[in-house]
Nanobody
């Protein structure tokens, strides 16, 4: 019943910006962590940024200083502001939430992904 919906991906020029959004809906009791992962062709999926319910953040070294994660707990939403984009940021970006459902089950839930393409 839980669903994560992403938006904001697209094609941008190097040095440009994008803002990704993700909202979780369904039978959610509480969300512990929300974050963003990405996977480029031929590469492993990697954590980009995450934020706990207490607003503690974690960033990949490759995006530190360029990307900013934010979260609105009341809306079960998480955002990723991406600035100074580089071609190597090109990937499919996935929203993730670690949460408890309304019946007490725990699990990780994923969005379907949104493509971010940065041109040279």
């Amino acid at each position: 019943q839980v669903q994560l919906v992403e938006s904001g991906g697209g094609l941008v020029q190097a040095g440009g910006s994008l803002r990704l959004s993700c909202a979780a809906s369904g039978s959610i009791l509480s969300i512990v962590d929300m974050g963003w992962y990405r996977q480029a062709p031929g590469k492993q999926r990697e954590l980009v940024a995450s934020m706990t319910s207490g607003h503690s953040t974690n960033y990949a070294d490759s995006v530190q200083g360029r990307f900013t994660i934010s979260r609105h707990n009341a809306e079960n939403a998480v955002y990723l502001q991406m600035n100074k984009l580089k071609p190597e940021d090109t990937a499919v970006y996935y929203c993730n939430a670690r949460l408890y459902t309304a019946v007490g089950a725990w699990g990780d839930y994923w969005g379907r992904g949104t493509q971010v393409t940065v041109s040279s």
